[in-house]
């Protein structure tokens, strides 16, 4: 048991690569060896420590020693003690969890197998309710870590668990009947089509659970209920619950039930809530949960001892533990709660992107108004901003596309007045964590879900709203924690210290980026709406002290994400506001960033080049540089690591994006020096692009070219020997375009004929016989 408390400990304090080898490869054998002892308390602890180990160190312990404990775990099963039986369940589906794609699980096909028999037996058979749990528990990892060996079993496990539902009655079997709606969640989203026979079965249990059960405020099961309901409502089963709307709508009313009882509750749970913290503290209740999970391990220990026939503990605690146990059940699982609240969120954000007209009333009554309201009500739901900052963003995206209409100027302030005053301290405060090696994500979410909302805006924004945004995100210290961990990176002599170091500084990356988005989405407002006094604004307050901060830091540091942003901003200005009086100091800077060749800055600089090839009027001195600056690129980019290879092929397509644009969207093309060279030259690197949206540009471009005759004649080159070329690489980018459920093409179906008779006219001057030939090739 010590071994696994050290585990726990070590996997939560530490990287994997440096213990992992030290403490379990040592130790390995000697567990193994006293795991076949008869004691029925050693085989407790062993199969308690495979399941730490499977849960701690996976996919490493899983790799190594799957097989083998599973094997052993297979022989603990047999054991006649069903708590033993229940201990080897748990450890299974440990190891079978996040395991499809390791095969020194999978390959145990049979093992597994097997176990979901046994499994589904002891939920038919056995009244040991944590057998009956852990049974259940197995049976979902298998359905997802098996999934087509699982199909012949599911009639059976959907019947059993069916029966389950339907006879457990009672405060005793609320965390059973929660673990069924899990299993059932988790089959129904890995055996999708399988599953659709089953769609009604499943909406008619959710929909029949008593409504005492649910709105129990002492129960964590309803957090199960509803996501139950969630795995449900997904676009794959659409077709199948739409063929019985009025029960599918029922279960949505009673969803929105749910939540409201929920906001009901709220008063009184957040009173105790406080009450919970004068009283204890937040250490002691952390302490005091600990504690419980101990007196839970002590029964199963005295029960299993009682089976050995050893004396037990029970008699002179029992006092006491009922005491316990009646205080369990006055405290509230605040956690749950909050839970319980995200969950109903979730099922909602499910149902507005695949329902919309189901659920329309009520995105447009409560969602975001009430969940702001919610959370100013609220101490211990702000305490899950992550979890709630990041459905918002999701939920803020789907708004994007089918309810942008619920935005208007009235709402929109009051909205980014609420995320500051509930999120900021909290994205704040990420920053300390993430300089301690913690992931910045209430920090991410927090700034997806300002983008998210900026994008919503069908409205110009006003200068002092987004001042008000950007007042914040640009305070946020992000540079010195970079500078900080370069210099320790430098320092650094043991590569898992350099390992650490360099995780940090991405996680910064992230957020840094995530930053040149949302003054993006400002900007690209800005243009729709011709708002000069926020284009200026931007242009002249963070924009400017953004770029010139990024090339001093780059400068400095020699750290290539600073040019990268710096880049980044410089493409954003070219893009939204090319008609800036200083936009020509932007493109010099952008052009002395391609001294950088590092993968991602160079994706980043040819991004713009493409774009001022179209929004500005380049001198011809500067086209000539810059086409210079891209045919070194494309010769210098290259995937240094295998890891790099989808980094390199996004630089790649950007490159010769940016090379066609100078052609295809430049009006001056022709008078460059030796324009049909560069042409050719271009042409030999290969077919347009992967990238399909790149490719619908470039093909519309040149629909739009063949009307102009000199472009025609530079595209066909001297004798036409540039047209045969051309044409096979049109045709290798329309295969890419055509590909089925192409979202493309979907929005652009008749884009084929429109090149097709584009191709046509550029041929149609060639001499009869080469013409022909061309043509049969067009045609094929």
Request: glycine share 4%; aromatic share 10%; proline share 2%.
């Amino acid at each position: 048991m010590a071994c696994s408390q050290i585990v726990e400990h070590l996997s939560k304090a530490e990287s994997e690569e440096e213990w992992f080898p030290k403490i379990i490869l040592n130790n390995i054998q000697k567990i193994f060896e006293i795991s076949f002892s008869n004691n029925l308390m050693i085989k407790l602890a062993v199969a308690h420590w495979i399941g730490q180990c499977a849960t701690d160190l996976q996919p490493s312990f899983q790799e190594t020693y799957g097989k083998k404990f599973l094997k052993l775990l297979r022989i603990y099963i047999d054991n006649d003690n069903e708590i033993i039986k229940a201990h080897s369940l748990a450890a299974v589906t440990n190891l079978a969890e996040e395991s499809k794609d390791i095969e020194e699980i999978t390959d145990e096909k049979e093992i597994l197998l097997e176990m979901v028999e046994m499994s589904i037996g002891y939920l038919e058979k056995s009244t040991l309710i944590m057998l009956r749990e852990n049974s259940l528990a197995l049976v979902g990892s298998v359905a997802e870590c098996l999934t087509k060996q699982f199909v012949p079993m599911l009639e059976k496990s959907v019947i059993v668990i069916q029966d389950v539902l339907h006879n457990a009655d009672g405060d005793d079997y609320q965390q059973m009947k929660g673990q069924c709606y899990e299993t059932l969640s988790i089959i129904s989203a890995h055996l999708q089509e399988d599953f659709k026979p089953y769609i009604h079965k499943l909406v008619n249990i959710l929909l029949n659970e008593p409504q005492e059960n649910i709105t129990n405020i002492h129960s964590n099961f309803r957090c199960y209920w509803i996501d139950g309901i969630r795995r449900l409502i997904n676009i794959k089963n659409k077709e199948v619950l739409e063929e019985d709307q009025e029960k599918f709508s029922k279960l949505v009313t009673k969803t929105y039930d749910f939540y409201q009882k929920l906001v009901d509750q709220l008063e009184y749970v957040e009173n105790e809530y406080e009450n919970e913290v004068k009283l204890l503290g937040k250490a002691e209740n952390d302490n005091g949960e600990s504690e419980e999970e101990g007196e839970e391990y002590e029964e199963e220990e005295d029960e299993i001892a009682a089976a050995a026939g050893g004396n037990t503990k029970k008699n002179q605690l029992e006092e006491d533990e009922n005491e316990g146990e009646e205080e369990d059940e006055s405290r509230i699982d605040f956690k749950t709660y909050a839970e319980n609240i995200i969950a109903v969120l979730k099922v909602t954000t499910v149902g507005l992107e695949d329902f919309p007209e189901l659920f329309k009333e009520q995105a447009q009554s409560f969602i975001l108004t009430k969940i702001f309201d919610l959370l100013q009500k609220s101490t211990f739901m702000q305490e899950q901003s992550e979890a709630i900052l990041e459905t918002l963003g999701y939920l803020l995206e789907i708004y994007k596309e089918k309810y942008s209409d619920l935005f208007t100027e009235s709402t929109i302030d009051k909205y980014i007045e609420q995320l500051n005053e509930l999120f900021y301290d909290d994205a704040r405060q990420n920053i300390v964590e993430l300089d301690s090696g913690k992931g910045g994500d209430v920090l991410q979410n927090y700034l997806v879900v300002f983008e998210e909302l900026i994008h919503n805006c069908r409205f110009p924004i006003k200068k002092e709203t987004a001042q008000t945004i950007i007042e914040k995100i640009i305070d946020l210290p992000l540079n010195q924690i970079q500078i900080k961990m370069i210099s320790e990176f430098k320092i650094a002599k043991e590569q898992e210290e350099k390992n650490y170091f360099q995780s940090i500084l991405e996680e910064v990356d992230v957020c840094q980026m995530q930053i040149i988005e949302n003054l993006g989405a400002f900007l690209k407002n800005a243009q729709s709406y011709e708002s000069q006094s926020l284009q200026d604004y931007l242009f002249n307050q963070p924009y400017k002290s953004k770029v010139s901060t990024c090339v001093n830091l780059y400068e400095q540091t020699k750290y290539s994400s600073f040019a990268r942003f710096a880049a980044c901003y410089c493409c954003d200005l070219i893009d939204y506001y090319p008609q800036c009086t200083e936009i020509n100091l932007v493109l010099t800077m952008l052009i002395n960033l391609s001294v950088v060749e590092e993968l991602k800055t160079m994706q980043a600089t040819a991004y713009g080049y493409g774009i001022a090839f179209k929004n500005l009027d380049i001198s011809q001195e500067d086209q000539e540089k810059l086409l210079e600056i891209l045919f070194k690129m494309h010769k210098n980019a290259k995937p240094t690591k295998s890891k790099k290879q989808v980094q390199f092929m996004y630089t790649r397509d950007n490159i010769l994006s940016a090379l066609y644009k100078s052609i295809l969207d430049n009006k001056s093309f022709s008078k460059l020096q030796n324009p049909q060279e560069k042409f050719e030259k271009i042409l030999e690197l290969g077919q347009f692009v992967k990238d399909k949206d790149e490719i619908l540009n470039i093909l519309k471009n040149f629909i739009k070219q063949v009307e102009n005759p000199e472009m025609v004649k530079l595209i066909n080159g001297e004798n036409n020997k540039n047209t045969e070329t051309f044409l096979s690489n049109i045709s290798k980018s329309l295969l890419i375009i055509t590909e089925k459920e192409n979202d493309v093409l979907k929005k652009n179906e008749d884009i084929g004929n429109q090149v097709f008779e584009a191709c046509k006219k550029l041929i149609k001057d060639i001499e009869k016989d080469q013409q022909q030939k061309l043509y049969e090739k067009l045609l094929h």
